[in-house]
């Protein structure tokens, strides 16, 4: 797949292969959220919001269309006459009946007759083939009774069992997010054109025009547009979404540059090495479609309960009609037994026991700040042993600020010394000039402007600040100058030093690093209470990573890691038994998002990073993961609860109807299993409700 496609500007450039791509990565999250909407991934191009909306308006239509029939198919139905004593009937009011259950099955339950397709087509039966089955052999069995079978219609539980399914799904697809555009945000970093050196000329390329040899221009702030080797002038590139490495990287004649990554501030001349389908970020792109693709196999819950109580309904179905003929019976009354059953095993409360707790569970943590995008993850979250988070942006902030600063000068405050240094450094793009002034700006400290300013090569910076000769240089330029550095200058390792000179004399030092945030010592401490390991992988130094990893106390820290190997972290720790949630904010974290157990995404970070996974961390706090877990746990608890409501009615239901007790004149007709049914689902949708108690 081009990865130089850009989205945003060029939808039009979507190609069969990158509707293949988005298509596999849709199914990883319908598979996932909606497993059992129909699986709908169709169309699914750059709209994949919009589509998303159109499928829950589309079941929102099916459910009121098919309510508004219900009404006329109970009122006519004999059972529901009998059983609240009045009479509606009229020559052919069976066929009435029939029409108005036919509109229905085909149109309400079509998106459970798709669903059973796809279901048995993946040879993975769950909530659809459960629904698909019992509405089919209720609309058959009772349309064969409307032309001449003897028997009962199961019109009016086919009709109720759609309405509830539809609603179920309704439920749990609007509390779900919008199907995922990972790949698209991944592809559109690529800018849509070059440009491209030729002779003396420089000339407008498409990306997909560039052949690895060709000379591109790159200036300053613009996206590199493809792999290369820079070959002339030098910059800083800003490679943090890709690599995780904090500071921009210094880029001179030779360096390598990788595709995606944003320049600083000088122009750089680049030879194209790879484009396209070898490009570095194209990798990322497979990395992460592969690990969604092995990811979108595991079902959640509901299925899986599903899938059991399809298998029982059908054995259980085929051995009521053999037992039934073999002790004589005629065929029509074992036939009605067996319908029965396998009509009643479709609980209309396992329809809803569980959508009403994702539901609610769903809108209980976006207010708690989680967003929740894959329901199997969500309910998988309470089993985390380990925990890997990526340092920058997650641990730490994210930013180069200043974290110590001190004067060494007599009369001058550490204050009035950060102010000469920010006047310096004002108009300066480098990641530290941009840090000091920062400061500056937090502390509102006034800066003066600045005259005859001059960089230093390579050293730093100088010039005139309010009558004074000031410069900001790096250690290498005081040893040179033989000025002996102070040893209390440096703290941790993680920390890079500036010292500022006025009048070429020493006049304090600034320090600056990566900070921690405050939350992630509390949420270490949490996550080690509960028994789970916390590690980290970064793409920073061994140094910065270990003074990070012994200040939070982390059971372990992996450094220098390059994406591709962070998704061989995540697996290492899988095959040693460990179920791995993956914390990161970074595009060189969406592979290993993918391929976690469970990917969170911190809010602040890239959209790319935030559509990989699995749950959404809003506002960035480490701590909010804790709170993930507590309440994946509760979550878990009311679906069990709900299931073993659901399956307890049918562990019940399912003998009586097949006829157990028939000797003691004991036969479950349609009526009761219906007021069964219908207590059994309430109770399920009060003890959903309960769900908020939980976690107060």
């Known amino acids: 797949m081009e990865a ?4 945003s500007h060029e939808h039009h450039h979507h190609d069969a292969h990158s509707h293949m791509q988005h298509d596999k990565q849709h199914e990883q999250h319908e598979g996932n959220a909606h497993q059992g909407h ?21 079941f929102r239509r099916r459910f009121y269309i098919s309510l508004i029939l219900t009404i006329p198919v109970l009122l006519l139905s004999p059972m529901i006459q009998q059983f609240f004593n009045f009479t509606i009937a009229f020559g052919g009011s069976g066929y009435v009946l029939f029409a108005l259950s036919s509109v229905v099955f085909f149109y309400g339950g079509w998106p459970f007759l798709k669903g059973l397709a796809d279901e048995v087509g993946k040879r993975n039966p769950g909530m659809m083939t459960l629904i698909a089955v019992a509405i089919s052999v209720a609309y058959f069995y009772s349309s064969a009774v409307v032309f001449g079978l003897p028997g009962k219609m199961f019109f009016w539980e086919l009709v109720t069992l759609i309405d509830i399914m539809l609603l179920g799904h309704w439920i749990e697809m609007k509390s779900i997010l919008g199907a995922s555009r990972s790949l698209e945000l991944l592809v559109s970093m690529m ?31 613009e996206k590199v547009p493809a792999d290369g ?12 979404m890709l690599t995780g490495e904090s500071r921009p990287v210094k880029k001179t004649t030779n360096d390598k540059i990788i595709g995606g990554s ?15 389908k070898d490009s570095y970020l194209n990798k990322v792109i497979t990395l992460v479609q592969e690990a969604q693709k092995a990811k979108s196999r595991t079902q959640n819950l509901a299925n899986r309960a599903a899938k059991w109580l399809t298998y029982i309904a059908l054995t259980v179905g085929f051995l009521t009609l053999a037992t039934w003929l073999m002790l004589g019976f005629e065929f029509v009354y074992a036939l009605e037994r067996m319908v029965t059953v396998m009509v009643i095993s479709c609980p209309h409360a396992l329809g809803l026991a569980v959508p009403l707790v994702v539901a609610n569970s769903t809108a209980l943590s976006a207010r708690n700040g989680l967003l929740i995008r894959n329901r199997t993850a969500f309910e998988n979250s309470r089993k985390i042993s380990a925990l890997l988070f990526d340092k920058t942006g997650t641990l730490t902030v994210g930013d180069f600020g200043v974290s110590r600063y001190h004067s060494l000068a007599e009369g001058l405050s550490d204050d009035e010394m950060l102010a000469y240094a920010a006047a310096l450094e004002q108009h300066s793009e480098h990641p530290i000039a941009v840090g000091i002034v920062k400061k500056a700006e937090e502390l509102d400290l006034s800066v003066s402007q600045v005259e005859d300013f001059k960089a230093i090569t390579g050293k730093g910076v100088e010039g005139k600040v309010a009558g004074k000769q000031i410069a900001v240089v790096s250690p290498g330029y005081l040893q040179e100058a033989g000025i002996t550095v102070p040893e209390e200058a440096f703290g941790n390792e993680a920390e890079t030093v500036v010292f500022v000179l006025q009048d070429d004399q020493l006049a304090g030092y600034i320090a600056l690093a990566d900070e921690i945030r405050e939350e992630s010592f509390e949420s270490v401490a949490v996550f080690k209470k509960e028994g789970i390991k916390v590690l ?15 200040k939070l106390g982390l059971d372990g820290y992996y450094a220098e890691v390059l994406p591709h190997q962070k998704v061989e972290v995540v697996k290492k720790l899988q095959e040693q038994g460990e179920f791995v949630a993956m914390t990161g904010d970074g595009i060189n974290d969406a592979p290993a998002l993918a391929q976690a157990d469970v990917g969170i995404a911190v809010g602040s970070g890239t959209d790319v990073a935030a559509e990989t996974a699995d749950i959404i961390l809003v506002n960035s706090n480490p701590r909010d993961i804790s709170k993930l877990i507590l309440f994946g746990k509760a979550t878990y608890r009311k679906m069990i ?9 049918n562990a019940f239901a399912i003998p009586l109807a097949a006829g157990v007790l028939y000797n003691y004149g004991i036969v479950m007709g349609p009526a009761v299993g219906a007021v069964l049914m219908s207590l059994s689902t309430v109770i399920v949708a009060i003890n959903a409700q309960l769900l908020k108690r939980q976690l107060k």
């Open 229 to 240: 080797i820079v070959v002339e002038g030098e910059s800083y590139v800003n490679e943090s």
């Open 38 to 58: 129909g699986n709908h991934h169709h169309e699914h191009g750059a709209g994949g919001h919009d589509h998303h909306k159109m499928m829950i308006a589309d």
């Open 191 to 221: 800018p849509a054109s070059a440009h491209k050196v030729v002779g003396d000329d420089i000339v407008e390329v498409k990306i997909e025009e560039l052949q690895p040899g060709d000379i591109i221009l790159i200036k300053p702030g």
């Open 262 to 276: 944003i320049n600083g501030n000088g122009s750089v001349k680049v030879a194209v090495e790879h484009t396209g």
């Open 641 to 649: 609860q709900n299931l073993i409501w659901a399956t307890a009615y």
């Open 536 to 550: 980290m992988a970064t793409g920073d130094n061994e140094k910065t990573a270990r003074a990070v990893s012994e």
């Open 4 to 7: 130089n496609h850009n989205h």
